[in-house]
């Protein structure tokens, strides 16, 4: 009995392409807790894909021991990435937001 043709080898990528994140600054928390984009339930995010933002903007909250810590993007740029989603908890380090610097 015949045996099947071995099937072709995968063509190799001509060229590995760059990482889209390459040159952007990270926002990372420098606390553990819960992360918040708004002040409030009914209030506006501090901050959104796009923003334009400076070392003294707001760009989030850290609930920490029912102490809400307000951190600022200590980075002036555009926000590209938010890497964290609403109310959840953050370690120390963690990369919050992805800037592109100005």
């Known amino acids: 009995m015949p045996r099947p043709a071995a099937p072709a080898a995968a063509p190799v990528a001509a060229a590995v392409p ?3 994140d390459d040159g952007l600054i990270e ?4 606390i553990v807790g819960t ?3 708004k ?3 009914d209030a506006d995010n501090f901050a959104d894909v796009g923003t334009v933002v400076s070392e003294e903007t707001v760009v989030c909250i850290i609930e920490a021991m029912k102490v809400m810590n307000e951190i ?3 980075v002036k740029g555009v926000i590209k990435k938010i890497l964290v989603d609403d109310a ?3 370690q120390y380090g963690q990369p919050l937001f992805l800037v592109e610097p100005k």
């Open 27 to 30: 926002i990372p928390s420098p």
């Open 39 to 41: 002040p409030a339930p």
């Open 72 to 74: 600022k993007a200590e």
């Open 35 to 37: 992360f918040y984009r």
């Open 88 to 90: 959840t908890p953050v």
């Open 18 to 20: 760059e990482d889209e």
